[in-house]
């Protein structure tokens, strides 16, 4: 499946006359591998740099003893890789670059890695598809209840008549709010608009020009929460936005009104958002949730209002194909000297997720 490692402990970083494929190495925890590249990946992974695809660096860096550590120019990451800190660095001063076939980079680049100018890319883009996906099946399946009329049937079962359905179910011009035009809440907003709904966006750092090319409304979080039927959280995990959907905003939400988070857990206040959902009055759906995995006694669990999930929406199973395939593109860009086509720029990094 794998190809041998094409260079030795003393072979240049590129070829005498500047040419030939970068030395690279895979840092994650290696159960991504098989995961991220098939056999037909790994067979292109070889032809794109100087790599073993069989080594994988983990744990702390003074532990790395790989002769040609000292001669790499890219590598290629993803969850589990280790922190590029002074240390790491250290032991590659010919790191150029850092691919990332994941989302978020923040666990890994540090400013040490803003000092020495390395370049890096990140699989945010592909990894938004499947979270975005999700959000709108949950938008459309909130909307028509299912979840509560899921329970319902099941509790009646041949009682069930069509007189349960509530008269206000469905996605004809319901409103929807996304919180944050990030990456995943503009991806939403274009899934959404063969829909017959009203799309609402709060963003800082969207004008009004900005939304009028989204083709939504721009408002403030406080009416966006009074407004929508659903309201969706795609804003980054900051200090400024730590418990933004607090007491107030849970219950200016219209009865009804579904809570969807597949940002992070953090965005909501936990005590007022478990006070509105012990009512009855909203609902939620839940892919994450503060802290992540919640305790075994946590009420979340059994809430015939809630779907807790675990951290579902992002990419899963053959989803991380297309991560992997992001990534050996931007290696392909990198080693023929184009631009990459998602870099992260370190400006950036203080307001995204």
Known sequence: MTAPMRE????????????????????????????????????????????????????????????????????????????????????????????????????????????????????????????????????????????????????????????????DIGNYHKTVGIVGASRIGRRVIELLRPFDLDVLLADPYVNEQGAERLGVELVDLDELCARSDVVSLHAPALPGTRAMMDGARLAAMRDGATLINTARGALIDNAALMRELRTGRINAVLDTADPEILLDESPLYELPNVLLTPHIAGSLGNELRRMGRSALDELARYASGEPFAFEVRYADLERSA
């Open 8 to 167: 030795s402990a003393d072979q240049p970083l590129r070829d005498a006359d500047g040419t030939g494929p970068p030395v690279a190495y895979l840092a994650m925890s290696s159960e991504f591998v098989p995961l991220l590249f098939d056999e037909a990946a790994i067979v292109r992974l070889s032809t794109l740099a100087r790599i073993d695809p069989n080594t994988v660096l983990h744990g702390p860096a003074q532990d790395w003893s790989h002769p040609s550590l000292s001669q790499t120019e890219v590598l290629l990451t993803c969850w589990g890789a280790p922190r590029l800190d002074a240390s790491a660095l250290a032991v590659l001063p010919r790191l150029q670059v850092v691919i990332h076939a994941a989302g978020s980079v923040k666990a890994i680049v540090t400013d040490e890695c803003r000092r020495r100018g390395i370049r890096v890319s990140s699989g945010a883009a592909a990894n938004a598809l499947p979270v975005a996906e999700y959000t709108v099946a949950m938008i459309l399946l909130a909307n028509k209840r299912t979840l509560w009329m899921a329970r319902r049937y099941g509790e009646l079962r041949s009682a069930w008549r069509s007189s349960e359905i509530p008269r």
